[in-house]
Structure formats: C-alpha cells, structure tokens
C-alpha cells in the first residue's frame, strides 16, 4: 500500500470514528445459545431445525382424538375449521378443497405449523414425540404415510408430498432466482 | 364543473323536504345513517349554545358518529359472532382524507390479539448474524426511528368478488382490508448493522409472538432492507394491541401478512421456510390447479368509496369520491369512469401522494339520473395500470382468493341505489 493510499485510508477511519461513535453499538445484549434454543423453533423443508424424537400415524390418530378433532373433524374433515384431508384432483376445479394431502408442498410445514400453532388454545402444549405422531396421522389420512407409518426428523423432509410441484413463484421473489448473479 | 358542496349537506335526510338546502343545489349522497339526523330546517331551530361537557384525559366520538369496523369471516360470511371472524374491516364508506383513524384500521389476527405487557417482551435477532442479540421495547425506542405513512393491506382485500358481486355488500365488505397510518420505529437496516448479518444471508424469517405464532419468510432485496422497519408507534401513539403492540414489522408496499404484528424474532437465513402462511394459506391458485407462490407485493388498485354500495344518490350535483394505493410506488393518476367503463376522466388526487401509501382522489359529477355504472382505475409512478375485471380474471382465474385488484365496479339503478357489481 503506498504511503499516499494510506493516509487516505487514515483519513476515512477518522471520519468514520467521527460520524459514527460508539453508541451505535449500545443496544440489546448479547443472545446465549440456551436461550437462542428456547425459541428457534422453526422448520426448513430440508428438516433442518426438526428435534430428535418419532410419532407413529397409530399414536397419532389417538392424539388427534384428543386435542384436534373437536376443530378439524374426526378424520380431518368436516370440523369446523380447516379440512385437513381429502381434495385431491379439486385444485384445478370451480370448487377446489385445499388440504394438507391436496395443497401442501412439504410435510415438514406440518410439523412446524402444529408444532408453533396447535392446538388452538395451548399451542406448543403437545410433546415433541406427540407432534411428530399427528403428522404422521394427518399424512396417512391423506394416504401420504401407511396407516402404521412412523415419522422423525430423517423421514419426514424426504417425504414427497402430492402438490409439491403445484406451486409457481413470483417472477419478482423467486427464491431459485432472487439472489443469484445473472 | 367546479361547484362544491360542503359534506354535512350531503346528509340530509331523505324525508326533508328540499326547501331551506342551498339554492340550486338539487342532490345528495344519502348514507344509510342519515335519517338520523335532526331536523333544523330553520336556523331557528338550531339548538341555542351554551356551556359544554368537561374537559377530559383523551376525546371520544361524538354521540352522533356511529362509525365501526365489522368483524367478518371468510368471504360470504358475514354478521359472524366476533369469535368466529378472523378479520374486522375499515369502514371506507364513512371514513374522509388519506389516513385512516387509529381504532378503524383494518385488523385481520390468526390467534387474537395477545395481551403483552412491554416490560416482559423481547426481541431476538439471529441466525447468519456475527452477533445474536436480544432487544427490549426500551432499547428500540433509544434508537435512530423514522416515521412513515404506509398502507397495510390483507391479501384477502377484495376476496368477496372474486366469483360473484353480492349487491348488498358496501365498500367496507368489499375493500375494507387496507387501511393508511402513520408508523414509527426503527429502519431495518439499522437492526441488520447492530447484529453484523453474514452477506450470505439472502432471507429473513419473522415471527410474532402471538398464539399462532405467525412466521414469514421476507427475501432482503435492496428496497426491503432500506424500507422496512420494526414499528412501535402508530399515529403518533404506542402501536394499539390489535396492530401488534409493543413492536411489529412493517414492510411498505407488501402484503399485511409479511408485516408481522407482535414481533418477538427475526432470524436470518439464505433460503424460505416455506412457512404455513407462504405455502397453504397465502398463495394464489390460479385456474390450471398451480398456485402462484411468493407473490409479496401488493398490486396498483383503488375503489369509489362515495358514492358506493348501498348508498342511494338524486340526480344533480354529486363528488365523487375514493381512495388508489399502490405497493409499487406513488399514484400517478386515477381515472373515474361514469359511463360503466366507455370513457374516463381525470380525478383530483389529495395532496400529498405518497410512494406505497393510499391517497384520496374526488371528482365532480352531474347525475343525470339514467342508470349507470360508474368505476375508478389508478396507475403508479412505475406504469402500472390497476387492471379491469374481464382482463385480471382471464389471467387469474377465479379461484386465487388473494391479491384481487380489478377495477370496482357501482351500479346505480333509476332510484340511484348504488350497488355492488362485477362490471
């Protein structure tokens, strides 16, 4: 570096101390991983972020009795809110059924979105082992897992769910193009 | 035409006779509430002045305002028990100006409004960051903040028209979805420096703190790093429960869902999640059964909010009035067809227009007292042009249930009953 060079680059770091002083750095206090862990809950569909632990559909089905079917039905249609099951071939029709096994790209959405969100009045009250088990339930209402499937953090991203293909991104946001140089 | 007719005129009741109104001025819009008015048709019979009501710690409506939001459900339900809606409208039909009054901004929530105390809540930030840190509402309002006066928009604005038009519906069923206030807070950007986010992180999740725990995936262009911002005040106060108080994320131009009310995390990553809310919920299918996916901005729309459904107007003299807002940038123009979409004229746009924010646009019409259909279309500073019915249906279908911003059309009938129609 010349000596020219380097008084310019002393020049900036002066300026810079100048306009931004030690206050932008003042704020929040550092996170610590146990706490960081207490709430990074979410769920890539690479599984990446699914816990250790399994549910069978057979525990599931019990799960689901218990604390889901009052809302959902009880085999994930005709409840109250949102069917879970069935509509499969609707999506291109007048009247199309979105569920889990007709709409949902990935099975670890599920996983995620029962884990964050359910049951409506005590979400994040079932077990991990609990979450895993009513995915399972859920996917084999919708023939995706056998009815004495399992599933756990290895399987469920590898599932392939029915509708995977059936989403088009935004030209503007699509993830596959959005950041990658021409 | 340049003659103006001062608003309070316009609410004369429909039985009162014409005599003691403004000589030559022969029409009015007639709101549903406007026979509640009283008669003074003298000057004589105003009531006489005298000492008024004390002063108090904050001002309410006048007794005389009867103007709400409605808890609605999903499209075609509606006078649902308010514990069954899932989102409650502005009442544009009753609302003036460009901003929208604090306790009538659109509220749509996925597991209520939670009761949080500031004092116990947090803001973690991590992921590709060389610093996790953890913020309280405190520590945001000591930052640098910016103000600025956005629109919010659901992606269900406009969902009730997307097969059929109920005649009964009123601007507030059918765009009551948007709303425009001014928020506070802290850039983005500013948050990103604090935490030195990795350059490869490309996506950002964030999550709210309420029940459901509501979590988008938000790519880091260069517009939503230098636009968005972490809110905590709305219209000059503290954000207000239903709009995410203490803190919420606000992310101008896109769609109300990726402005994450209750906000407690922001992680950064290089790929989406593929949340619930971006792949089951708020994704459009279209008509070949494939679902248009990531589809974050807000589109180039306005509405006719005066006279709109269910209002009955008398031939003469009629402002017509309505609010155009765009996710690309500034309203540039917005015409007003009166003649069901022959030909348009140039609306007035209230000052000032703000990129992303909505503005109020008026025109002067004379009723000639022939039905018709009349209907508004705006276009923004990036040329976009809000797209008539026939045109955005044949590219959409009718099945996307978000992101509806086809023109909207009124009929108006020989009694001059305004009502809601698909062209």
Not at chain 1, 23 to 35: L, M, V, W
Not at chain 1, 55 to 68: E, I, L, M, W
Not at chain 2, 148 to 155: A, G, N, P, Q, Y
Not at chain 2, 159 to 174: F, G, S
């Amino acid at each position: 570096m010349s000596s020219h060079s380097k008084l310019f680059l002393a020049g900036i770091i002066t300026a810079g101390l100048l306009a931004a002083p030690a206050f932008a750095f003042d704020f929040g206090r550092p996170a610590t991983p146990d706490e960081i862990k207490l709430w990074d809950i979410d769920v890539g569909p690479d599984g990446k972020g699914l816990p250790d632990g399994s549910g069978t559909a057979v525990q599931g089905k019990q799960v689901f009795s218990d604390y889901c079917a009052a809302c959902h039905g009880e085999n994930g249609q005709g409840g109250i809110k949102d069917r879970l099951a069935g509509g499969q071939g609707t999506l291109a029709s007048n009247m199309p059924v979105k569920t889990v096994g007709s709409f949902w790209p990935y099975a670890t959405t599920l996983f995620d979105y029962i884990h964050r969100g359910m049951p409506y009045p005590t979400p994040g009250s079932l077990s991990t082992d609990e979450t895993y088990a009513v995915t399972a339930y859920i996917l084999s209402l919708n023939g995706i897992v056998p009815a004495d499937g399992k599933v756990d953090k290895d399987s469920l991203p590898k599932i392939r769910m029915p509708n995977r293909d059936g989403f088009v991104p935004d030209p503007e946001f699509d993830p596959a193009r959005l950041f990658h140089k021409k | 035409m340049t003659l103006k007719t001062p608003i309070e005129m316009l609410s004369r009741p429909a039985n009162m006779s014409r005599r003691g109104f403004v000589g030559g001025l022969s029409a009015g819009i007639l709101g549903v509430a406007a026979t509640e008015a009283a008669n003074a048709e003298s000057l004589a019979d105003v009531p006489d002045r005298g000492p008024g009501a004390e002063l108090g710690a904050h001002s309410e409506r006048s007794r005389f305002v009867k103007i709400d939001r409605i808890p609605e459900a999903t499209p075609g339900k509606r006078n649902v028990d308010p514990g069954d809606a899932i989102n409650s409208k502005t009442p544009h039909q009753k609302l003036v100006g460009n901003i929208t009054p604090t306790d009538l901004h659109y509220e749509r929530s996925h597991s209520g409004v939670p009761d949080i105390d500031p004092a116990q809540h947090r803001l973690l930030i991590h992921g590709m960051v060389q610093k996790p840190l953890v913020f309280s509402v405190d520590d945001l309002k000591r930052m640098p903040s910016i103000s600025r006066v956005v629109f919010i928009e659901c992606t269900g604005n406009g969902w009730e028209n997307w097969k059929k038009a109920d005649p009964e519906l009123t601007v507030q069923n059918t765009h009551g979805l948007v709303s425009t206030n001014e928020w506070t807070g802290v850039p983005l950007k500013f948050l990103i420096d604090l935490v030195a986010k990795d350059k490869g992180s490309t996506w950002m999740l964030a999550e709210g703190g309420d029940g459901a725990g509501v979590d988008r995936s938000i790519p880091l262009t260069d517009e939503i790093v230098n636009e968005a911002f972490v809110a905590y005040g709305q219209n000059g106060e503290p954000l207000r429960p239903a709009h995410g108080f203490p803190m919420r994320l606000v992310m101008p131009g896109f769609e109300g869902n990726l402005n994450i009310k209750w906000l407690r995390r922001l992680k950064f990553g290089n790929a989406p999640w593929m949340t619930r809310w971006e792949t089951a919920r708020y994704t459009q299918l279209h008509a070949d059964g494939k679902a248009r996916q990531f589809q974050l901005r807000m589109d180039t729309n306005s509405v006719i909010t005066k006279p709109s459904g269910m209002m009955q107007i008398q031939p003469g003299y009629v402002s017509i009035s309505g609010l155009a807002w765009s996710g690309h940038g500034k309203i540039a123009r917005v015409e007003i067809s009166t003649d069901g979409a022959k030909s348009w004229q140039q609306a007035q746009l209230s000052l000032p227009v703000l990129p992303k924010a909505q503005v109020r646009f008026q025109m002067d019409w004379v009723w000639d007292g022939r039905p018709t259909t009349i209907v508004s279309r705006s276009k923004d500073d990036q040329g976009n042009v809000q797209p008539d019915r026939k045109s955005f249906i044949a590219a959409m279908g009718t099945n996307a249930l978000f992101h509806y911003n086809a023109q909207q059309s009124w009929s108006i009938d020989e009694a001059g009953r305004v009502r809601n129609v698909l062209a």
